[in-house]
T-cell receptor, first 113, second 115 residues
């Protein structure tokens, strides 16, 4: 079966660093995505990992360990606007032509002053 | 910057009625998707579409659902006889197989309320 686990909710203060973890068990694996979703809005792409290691994009970094079925999203220098849900999603097909994403339930991050 | 658009933003319908949700994917994209998100729950895959046919569908996508690309720009999701449990946010997405990451771009969504 497909299973993607994330913490339901996290809180942090402005300027801090927060790490959101994701563990997955899927029938196949062809990449892991992180999306940001503000309430009532569409998911927006943050990062993509397909090989083990760290990908850095400004204040956001994402890490993947395929052998452990584990990823994390690291947010630095938190801002109030970072308050949102963060969705971990796995592409579970080896054929890159088929792009179904399996989403976790999302982690709601609340950034306080 | 190109974006996926969806209409309407909010659709209210009576149980048993047919609804058509419309999407205009990014113009050079080749893969199209529908996802739904019931309030407070996770985003769920419904269907993917490529080369004018369904490439994959989930168990949610039963005979009451259909998709169509009626022309070169629109991509529609039809629900033939809506049920209360179809109430959700429906997101259209599109992607282009240019690189390995194949990011899916999501539209703003249509909130469907079935009464």
């Amino acid at each position: 079966g497909q299973n993607i686990d994330q913490p339901t909710e996290m809180t942090a203060t402005e300027g801090a660093i927060v790490q959101i973890n994701c563990t997955y068990q899927t029938s196949g694996f062809n990449g892991l995505f992180w999306y940001q979703q503000h309430a009532g809005e569409a998911p927006t792409f943050l990062s993509y990992n397909v090989l083990d290691g760290l990908e850095e994009k400004g204040r956001f970094s994402s890490f993947l360990s395929r052998s452990k079925g584990y990823s994390y999203l690291l947010l630095k220098e938190l801002q109030m606007k970072d308050s949102a849900s963060y969705l971990c999603a796995v592409r579970d097909r080896e054929d890159t032509g088929f792009q179904k994403l399996v989403f976790g339930t999302g982690t709601r991050l609340l950034v306080s002053p | 910057e190109p974006e996926v658009t969806q209409t309407p933003s909010h659709q209210v319908t009576q149980m048993g009625q047919e609804v058509i949700l419309r999407c205009v994917p990014i113009s050079n994209h080749l893969y199209f998707y529908w996802y739904r998100q019931i309030l407070g729950q996770k985003v769920e895959f419904l269907v993917s579409f490529y080369n004018n046919e369904i490439s994959e569908k989930s168990e949610i996508f039963d005979d009451q659902f259909s998709v169509e690309r009626p022309d070169g720009s629109n991509f529609t999701l039809k629900i033939r006889s809506t049920k209360l449990e179809d109430s959700a946010m429906y997101f259209c997405a599109s992607s282009f197989p240019r690189d390995a990451d194949n990011e899916q771009f999501f539209g703003p969504g249509t909130r469907l309320t079935v009464l």
